[in-house]
């Protein structure tokens, strides 16, 4: 057991969805890249070098949106975003329910909806 973003997590199971959060990461950079031709250079180095999730963390709790966010939000794809990304039912057991809360609060306010067919932990 170790502790995870403030609660005990099991092992092995942890890290594959850790695994699976940071190639959502990664995937966001590439997607945003060909969909759009936004290259969020610093986004995938913070990837790279802290790992998708610490990368998470650090954006979700600073006093402001990112660039990427706006950028993010100026092109109407909020499910780009690494905060629709904490909502995921499939990355629930990775975050609190203050990471979620904090989540939701920041898309709310730029007036996000969820992506039809993904399931979300907003609760």
């Given amino acids: 057991m170790r502790l995870l ?12 969805v850790e695994r699976r959060f940071h190639r959502a990461m990664i995937s966001i950079y590439e997607t945003a890249k060909r ?33 990427g966010f706006t950028t993010l939000w100026e092109h109407h794809r909020l499910d780009l975003t690494v905060e629709d990304h904490v909502l995921r039912a499939e ?3 990775l975050f609190s329910d203050a990471d979620r809360e904090r989540a939701l609060t920041r898309l709310n306010a730029y007036g996000w909806r969820p992506k039809p067919g993904t399931s979300y932990e907003t609760g």
Avoid: H, I
Avoid at 47 to 63: N, P, R
């Fill in 5 to 16: 973003n403030g609660r005990m997590k099991g092992g092995a199971a942890v890290d594959e």
């Fill in 35 to 67: 969909e759009l031709g936004y290259n969020a250079s610093r986004f995938v180095q913070m990837v790279s070098e802290q790992g998708g999730l610490a990368t998470a963390s650090q954006l979700l709790w600073s006093d402001t949106p990112s660039d």
């Fill in 91 to 93: 990355f629930a057991s």
